[in-house]
Protein backbone atom coordinates (compact mmCIF):
# COMPACT_ATOMS: atom_id res chain seq x y z
CA UNK A 1 0.00 0.00 0.00
CA UNK A 2 1.08 3.30 -0.88
CA UNK A 3 -0.72 5.43 2.12
CA UNK A 4 1.23 5.72 5.06
CA UNK A 5 -0.03 4.21 8.37
CA UNK A 6 -0.91 6.35 11.56
CA UNK A 7 -0.85 5.81 15.05
CA UNK A 8 -2.53 6.14 17.26
CA UNK A 9 -6.00 6.33 15.42
CA UNK A 10 -7.34 8.46 18.07
CA UNK A 11 -5.81 10.49 20.56
CA UNK A 12 -7.40 12.45 23.71
CA UNK A 13 -4.94 14.52 25.74
CA UNK A 14 -5.66 18.07 28.35
CA UNK A 15 -5.00 21.43 27.13
CA UNK A 16 -1.60 22.12 28.14
CA UNK A 17 -0.25 18.78 27.34
CA UNK A 18 1.72 17.51 24.14
CA UNK A 19 0.11 15.38 21.53
CA UNK A 20 2.47 13.08 19.65
CA UNK A 21 1.39 11.34 16.15
CA UNK A 22 3.28 8.61 14.08
CA UNK A 23 3.18 8.27 10.66
CA UNK A 24 5.03 5.00 8.67
CA UNK A 25 5.22 4.04 5.39
CA UNK A 26 6.79 1.48 3.39
CA UNK A 27 8.45 2.72 0.39
CA UNK A 28 10.30 5.83 -0.07
CA UNK A 29 9.45 9.08 -0.89
CA UNK A 30 9.89 12.81 -2.03
CA UNK A 31 8.66 14.48 0.55
CA UNK A 32 6.19 13.87 3.17
CA UNK A 33 3.54 16.43 4.50
CA UNK A 34 0.73 16.74 7.06
CA UNK A 35 -2.73 18.55 6.90
CA UNK A 36 -5.26 19.00 9.12
CA UNK A 37 -8.77 18.67 9.16
CA UNK A 38 -11.36 20.47 11.20
CA UNK A 39 -15.11 17.96 11.43
CA UNK A 40 -16.53 18.00 8.50
CA UNK A 41 -14.21 21.07 6.91
CA UNK A 42 -11.46 21.35 4.23
CA UNK A 43 -7.99 19.81 4.78
CA UNK A 44 -5.44 22.39 5.71
CA UNK A 45 -1.73 21.91 5.03
CA UNK A 46 0.57 22.65 8.05
CA UNK A 47 4.09 21.46 7.13
CA UNK A 48 5.95 19.92 4.88
CA UNK A 49 9.72 18.08 5.16
CA UNK A 50 11.50 16.80 2.66
CA UNK A 51 13.18 13.42 2.37
CA UNK A 52 16.68 14.99 2.73
CA UNK A 53 15.20 16.97 5.94
CA UNK A 54 15.28 15.33 9.36
CA UNK A 55 13.38 18.20 11.39
CA UNK A 56 11.31 21.16 10.76
CA UNK A 57 9.40 23.47 13.32
CA UNK A 58 6.27 25.98 12.65
CA UNK A 59 5.18 27.20 15.39
CA UNK A 60 4.19 25.00 18.06
CA UNK A 61 4.59 22.29 15.64
CA UNK A 62 7.30 19.97 15.12
CA UNK A 63 7.78 17.32 12.59
CA UNK A 64 10.35 14.08 12.34
CA UNK A 65 11.65 12.29 9.53
CA UNK A 66 13.41 10.02 9.55
CA UNK A 67 13.96 8.18 6.07
CA UNK A 68 15.86 4.64 7.49
CA UNK A 69 12.70 3.36 9.58
CA UNK A 70 10.59 5.39 7.06
CA UNK A 71 8.57 7.05 9.79
CA UNK A 72 7.61 10.29 10.64
CA UNK A 73 6.01 12.28 14.06
CA UNK A 74 4.50 15.21 14.55
CA UNK A 75 4.50 16.89 17.64
CA UNK A 76 2.22 19.55 18.93
CA UNK A 77 3.16 21.05 21.96
CA UNK A 78 1.16 22.96 24.69
CA UNK A 79 -2.09 21.68 22.95
CA UNK A 80 -5.16 24.02 22.79
CA UNK A 81 -8.95 22.92 23.01
CA UNK A 82 -8.82 24.46 19.25
CA UNK A 83 -5.99 22.01 18.23
CA UNK A 84 -8.62 19.22 18.10
CA UNK A 85 -9.37 17.82 14.62
CA UNK A 86 -7.75 15.00 12.36
CA UNK A 87 -4.07 15.11 11.37
CA UNK A 88 -3.22 13.53 8.38
CA UNK A 89 0.12 11.70 7.05
CA UNK A 90 0.40 12.60 3.12
CA UNK A 91 2.63 10.99 0.61
CA UNK A 92 4.26 12.62 -2.14
CA UNK A 93 6.44 9.71 -3.88
CA UNK A 94 8.64 10.81 -6.43
CA UNK A 95 6.90 9.13 -9.54
CA UNK A 96 4.00 11.26 -9.00
CA UNK A 97 3.19 14.32 -7.74
CA UNK A 98 -0.09 13.21 -6.17
CA UNK A 99 -0.68 13.12 -2.46
CA UNK A 100 -1.51 9.37 -0.63
CA UNK A 101 -3.68 10.66 2.40
CA UNK A 102 -3.37 8.30 5.28
CA UNK A 103 -6.31 7.33 7.64
CA UNK A 104 -5.72 10.36 10.20
CA UNK A 105 -5.36 10.48 14.11
CA UNK A 106 -7.89 12.01 15.30
CA UNK A 107 -6.91 14.31 18.24
CA UNK A 108 -9.40 15.55 21.11
CA UNK A 109 -7.92 18.57 23.32
CA UNK A 110 -10.04 18.72 26.34
CA UNK A 111 -10.27 22.13 28.09
CA UNK B 1 -5.57 34.90 1.96
CA UNK B 2 -6.65 33.27 -1.26
CA UNK B 3 -9.00 30.73 -1.05
CA UNK B 4 -10.23 27.67 -3.14
CA UNK B 5 -14.16 28.24 -3.40
CA UNK B 6 -16.33 24.65 -3.44
CA UNK B 7 -19.75 24.84 -4.85
CA UNK B 8 -22.38 23.65 -3.62
CA UNK B 9 -21.61 23.05 -0.02
CA UNK B 10 -24.05 19.99 0.01
CA UNK B 11 -25.99 18.81 -3.15
CA UNK B 12 -28.83 15.87 -2.64
CA UNK B 13 -29.34 13.65 -5.46
CA UNK B 14 -31.48 10.99 -6.74
CA UNK B 15 -29.01 7.93 -8.38
CA UNK B 16 -28.79 8.16 -11.92
CA UNK B 17 -28.59 11.78 -12.10
CA UNK B 18 -25.90 13.96 -13.52
CA UNK B 19 -24.66 16.02 -10.83
CA UNK B 20 -21.65 18.94 -11.49
CA UNK B 21 -19.53 20.32 -8.60
CA UNK B 22 -17.84 23.37 -9.25
CA UNK B 23 -14.43 24.87 -7.90
CA UNK B 24 -12.52 28.40 -8.40
CA UNK B 25 -8.85 27.32 -7.65
CA UNK B 26 -6.58 30.45 -6.65
CA UNK B 27 -6.33 32.69 -9.10
CA UNK B 28 -2.45 32.09 -10.13
CA UNK B 29 -2.18 28.28 -9.49
CA UNK B 30 -2.01 25.76 -12.98
CA UNK B 31 -2.46 22.38 -11.10
CA UNK B 32 -5.76 21.74 -10.28
CA UNK B 33 -7.45 18.10 -8.21
CA UNK B 34 -10.19 16.48 -7.16
CA UNK B 35 -10.08 14.41 -4.19
CA UNK B 36 -12.94 12.58 -1.93
CA UNK B 37 -13.58 11.57 1.41
CA UNK B 38 -16.41 8.79 2.03
CA UNK B 39 -17.91 9.57 5.60
CA UNK B 40 -15.71 7.74 7.97
CA UNK B 41 -12.96 6.90 5.16
CA UNK B 42 -9.74 8.25 4.07
CA UNK B 43 -9.26 10.91 1.51
CA UNK B 44 -8.66 9.60 -1.59
CA UNK B 45 -7.06 10.63 -5.05
CA UNK B 46 -9.19 10.77 -7.61
CA UNK B 47 -7.61 13.21 -11.12
CA UNK B 48 -5.05 16.07 -11.38
CA UNK B 49 -5.47 18.31 -14.12
CA UNK B 50 -2.90 20.83 -15.86
CA UNK B 51 -2.97 22.51 -18.89
CA UNK B 52 -6.39 21.77 -19.92
CA UNK B 53 -6.16 18.03 -19.91
CA UNK B 54 -5.90 15.25 -17.31
CA UNK B 55 -2.36 14.31 -15.53
CA UNK B 56 -3.34 11.69 -13.48
CA UNK B 57 -6.06 9.74 -12.32
CA UNK B 58 -7.29 7.26 -9.68
CA UNK B 59 -8.89 3.46 -10.66
CA UNK B 60 -11.95 5.10 -9.22
CA UNK B 61 -12.01 8.09 -11.57
CA UNK B 62 -13.21 5.78 -14.43
CA UNK B 63 -16.09 6.65 -17.32
CA UNK B 64 -18.86 8.45 -15.31
CA UNK B 65 -16.36 10.86 -13.91
CA UNK B 66 -14.74 13.96 -16.14
CA UNK B 67 -12.99 17.19 -15.30
CA UNK B 68 -13.03 20.37 -17.37
CA UNK B 69 -12.25 23.73 -17.08
CA UNK B 70 -14.43 25.37 -19.04
CA UNK B 71 -13.07 29.05 -18.76
CA UNK B 72 -10.07 30.77 -16.79
CA UNK B 73 -11.48 30.43 -13.33
CA UNK B 74 -13.68 27.54 -12.72
CA UNK B 75 -12.90 23.74 -12.59
CA UNK B 76 -15.48 21.55 -12.20
CA UNK B 77 -16.09 17.60 -11.55
CA UNK B 78 -19.26 16.08 -13.37
CA UNK B 79 -20.86 12.83 -12.40
CA UNK B 80 -22.33 11.27 -15.15
CA UNK B 81 -24.77 8.63 -13.76
CA UNK B 82 -24.51 9.14 -10.06
CA UNK B 83 -24.51 5.94 -7.77
CA UNK B 84 -25.24 5.59 -4.38
CA UNK B 85 -21.62 4.88 -3.47
CA UNK B 86 -21.09 8.44 -4.60
CA UNK B 87 -21.89 10.06 -1.61
CA UNK B 88 -18.66 11.35 -0.26
CA UNK B 89 -17.52 14.66 0.32
CA UNK B 90 -15.52 16.05 -3.03
CA UNK B 91 -12.77 18.41 -2.12
CA UNK B 92 -10.95 20.37 -4.81
CA UNK B 93 -7.42 21.73 -4.43
CA UNK B 94 -5.31 23.78 -6.54
CA UNK B 95 -1.24 24.16 -6.36
CA UNK B 96 1.05 27.13 -7.58
CA UNK B 97 3.69 24.05 -7.55
CA UNK B 98 4.69 21.47 -10.13
CA UNK B 99 4.32 18.26 -8.98
CA UNK B 100 7.60 17.26 -9.47
CA UNK B 101 9.22 20.25 -7.37
CA UNK B 102 9.06 18.17 -4.68
CA UNK B 103 7.57 20.92 -2.94
CA UNK B 104 3.78 19.93 -4.11
CA UNK B 105 1.60 22.06 -1.10
CA UNK B 106 -1.79 21.83 -2.17
CA UNK B 107 -4.31 24.38 -0.83
CA UNK B 108 -8.01 22.73 -0.39
CA UNK B 109 -11.64 24.16 -0.71
CA UNK B 110 -14.17 23.22 2.38
CA UNK B 111 -15.66 20.42 -0.21
CA UNK B 112 -19.04 19.41 -1.98
CA UNK B 113 -21.02 17.19 0.51
CA UNK B 114 -22.88 14.98 -2.23
CA UNK B 115 -25.86 12.55 -1.12
CA UNK B 116 -26.86 10.18 -3.37
CA UNK B 117 -30.72 8.70 -2.48
Known amino acids: SQQGEEDPQALSIQEGENATMNCSYK?????LQWYRQNSGRGLVHLILIRSNEREKHSGRLRVTLDTSKKSSSLLITASRAADTASYFC???????????FGQGTELSVKP | EPEVTQTPSHQVTQMGQEVILRCVPI?????FYWYRQILGQKVEFLVSFYNNEISEKSEIFDDQFSVERPDGSNFTLKIRSTKLEDSAMYFC???????????????FGAGSRLTVL
Open chain 1, 90 to 100: VLIYNQGGKLI
Open chain 2, 93 to 107: ASSGDRPSSGANVLT
Open chain 1, 27 to 31: TSINN
Open chain 2, 27 to 31: SNHLY
